[in-house]
């Protein structure tokens, strides 16, 4: 957690992460604002406040309001009242409008009942300077792939944003969503991502991928993801950003050369991944630049639609004084790539598909205290923070968590992930929050940084909810494929999942006691292990359980398997059932953890190529690991000090036992 500086009265620092873990979570800083923010005076509401950034907003008598008077064409000074909005104007468009011109303004309102429409056959960029706020309709529709809409937040300053709250705030430009606001952006139909149908190598001019492609086009920016072993100095950087230069069914000719190797990686016996290819480009952009990143607040009561839409250069940052670290960078609280806030059942039935976050300096996709929201076919791509998250519970506030129910993360790619702090242990591309009802399907992980604990998919202590978590990879990160660290009796069950080519261990397992089933899964070539275990089962809501998993080392790892020390002691084994290991360069098992609380571990029905298992003289002395043998009954190993016989290449002694009735 992170820990409050003494503050004074004067202090003015902005509402970023430190600020609101101060202030109590999300309903702490509703609270403590309440009575100094005033609500209700959309784009230019007051913002003289104790802990302001920076100068005050130009005051509304600097800008001219025009006002529409009647439907018509954004260009048409009747639709105006005479004079069509320039630079230095505020929009306001209480009718329908019709953007057909580019233009350029100092903020637009779009009124409730009223709509701003970008010419569907025409290419057009409305710049604002000032916030866009949504109380009507923005539609973004282009008729082809060759018209291209544009709305760019300009001239934005990143020093200025406060942050928190569900206010119209001057000084946070950006879009806001609010009432019955309705963002209704759907770009061309296109193939988010792909993977090649072989691997790729260096000098490449041509990709081949599994399927053709819907909708990309020549000129289109495409990524391709790295998947080099783990032993390889750029595992998790080695990516391609290219130009495509022409398309033939399902090959990709390209403006450049390859400058990495993206080999074709055989995780299992059946199962062949090749790097994931990735489409950046989208025909409707709302952006920022990349001198003053801008966001989307959504807090409207009824469901958005944003369909093939490319946001970048969002989610502003500022420098902060930390007292361990001097000054570092933060992310604004609330401001990110989309954020979906507090709307709880007014937001069933949003549709996110297809959209690209890119170049952000923040949280990209966040549905906080909203429910039934659909992310499908969604990447992010070099972005930085959690881009698949919504805000945890502070352990230490007076404050009910805030879950968000029926999230749907499908088909959806986190690629390169960069820290926020260089103290950023649990980083992640999929925040597995708080709620119920909510699903992770096919979806890849790749290239996340940060350090220890970080991970492609994340069950977090802070946050927890119970995800369908089926079909889902993550490779060349710099760490974990998943980490999960929660002390819970909710049942957790991980089906399908793949983990290769990881830093650290396909699964890491933490907490004190905790239930989860793992099944059906393939972990490859990780460079420390398969599976690194520290919990043990939670005795009187299930066992922690690994089932059906293939395991192989790759020849990279000492252990396929490494029980590590355990905070409390078992009463219930852990159990690995019709398992298969090998690849290892010691032992399948490496029962390595120290500590006073013993291991308890049931090893069923698994399959073993090389040695078995390995025990350390320093674990705790009365740890049982017992081994099914089929037929021939069960083995219990322990210590090599402890009575029985000496197994040498296992560093234990073996006692037979019967068949356990449990």
Not at 122 to 150: D, F, I, K, Q, Y
Request: contains cysteine.
């Amino acid at each position: 957690m992170l820990v409050a500086d003494e503050t004074k009265p004067d202090d003015k620092r902005t509402l970023t992460r430190r600020r609101v873990l101060q202030l109590g979570g999300t309903a702490g800083v509703l609270a403590a604002t309440a009575t100094t923010w005033q609500a209700g005076l959309g784009p230019w509401a007051d913002q003289d406040r104790p802990d302001r950034v920076g100068p005050a907003q130009d005051p509304p008598s600097t800008f001219a309001t025009v006002r529409s008077t009647g439907a018509g064409q954004w260009s048409d000074p009747g639709t105006w009242g005479g004079r069509v909005p320039g630079e230095g104007d505020l929009a306001v468009v209480a009718t329908p409008v019709e953007l057909d011109v580019d233009a350029r303004v100092a903020g637009v309102e779009i009124e409730a009942n009223a709509g701003l429409v970008f010419r569907a056959d025409t290419s057009t960029t409305l710049e604002s300077s000032r916030n866009v706020v949504v109380r009507g309709r923005l539609g973004m529709a282009p008729t082809s792939p060759s018209v291209v809409h544009r709305l760019v937040l300009i001239d934005v300053d990143e020093d200025r944003f406060v942050g928190g709250g569900k206010d119209v705030i001057t000084s946070d430009v950006g879009v806001w969503v609010t009432g019955q606001g309705f963002l209704d952006t759907s770009g061309s139909a296109k193939t988010a991502w792909q993977r090649t149908a072989a691997g790729v190598g260096a000098g490449a001019t041509t990709i081949e991928l599994e399927e053709e492609p819907t909708g990309w086009e020549p000129g289109d920016e495409i990524v391709l993801t790295p998947t080099a072993g783990p032993d390889d100095e750029e595992r998790w950087s080695a990516y391609d950003q290219v130009r495509v230069a022409a398309i033939r069914g399902r090959t990709i000719e390209l403006d450049g050369l390859i400058a990495f190797d993206h080999p074709a990686v055989a995780v299992g016996a059946a199962r062949t991944l090749t790097p994931e290819v990735l489409n950046l480009s989208r025909n409707v952009c709302i952006e920022g630049t990349p001198e003053g990143r801008s966001h989307i607040f959504v807090t409207s009561a009824v469901p958005q639609s944003i369909r093939h839409t490319s946001l970048r250069h969002m989610g502003p940052r500022q420098a902060v004084k930390d007292g361990n670290s001097g000054q570092v960078d933060e992310f604004v609280a609330g401001r990110y790539a989309v954020h979906i806030h507090l709307v709880e059942e007014g937001s069933r039935g949003s549709v996110m598909e297809g959209i690209v976050a890119r170049d952000c300096g923040s949280h990209a996709f966040v549905t906080h205290f909203s429910h039934g929201v659909t992310w499908q076919d969604c990447v992010t791509h070099d972005t930085v923070e959690d881009p698949y998250w919504w805000d945890p519970r502070d352990k230490d506030a007076e404050v009910a968590e805030l879950p968000s129910n029926d999230v749907n993360y499908d088909r959806c790619v986190a690629s390169l992930v960069r820290a926020g702090s260089p103290n950023d242990f649990r980083l992640s591309g999929f925040f597995l929050g708080a709620g119920a009802g909510s699903a992770a399907t096919r979806c890849v992980a790749v290239g996340i940084e940060g350090q220890r604990d970080s991970s492609g998919f994340f069950w977090p202590t802070t946050s927890e909810g119970v995800w369908r978590f089926d079909d889902n990879v993550a490779h060349n990160n710099r760490h974990n494929g998943t980490f999960a660290w929660q002390n819970t009796d909710l049942p957790h069950r991980i089906t399908a999942f793949t983990g290769y080519h990881n830093g650290g261990f396909g699964i890491d397992h933490a907490g004190y006691r905790n239930r989860y089933v793992y099944e059906d899964s393939i972990l490859y070539a990780n460079a420390k292990g398969a599976i690194n275990v520290k919990a043990v089962s939670k005795a009187d809501a299930g066992l922690l359980q690994f089932i059906n998993l293939a395991c192989d080392g790759g020849g990279l790892s000492d252990y396929d398997v490494v029980l590590d020390r355990h905070v409390q002691p078992p009463r219930e084994p852990t159990e690995f059932i019709d398992c298969s290991f090998r690849g290892h360069r010691v032992a399948a098992f490496g029962i390595t953890g120290e500590g006073e609380n013993p291991h308890l571990v049931d090893v069923l029905d698994s399959t073993f190529e090389g040695n078995e298992f390995w025990l350390s003289d320093a674990i705790p002395r009365d740890s049982v690991i017992r081994v099914s043998q089929g037929d021939r009954g069960w083995l219990t190993l322990r210590r090599a000090d402890a009575q029985g016989t000496l197994r040498p290449e296992w560093n234990a002694r073996v006692t037979p036992v019967e068949a356990l009735t449990s």
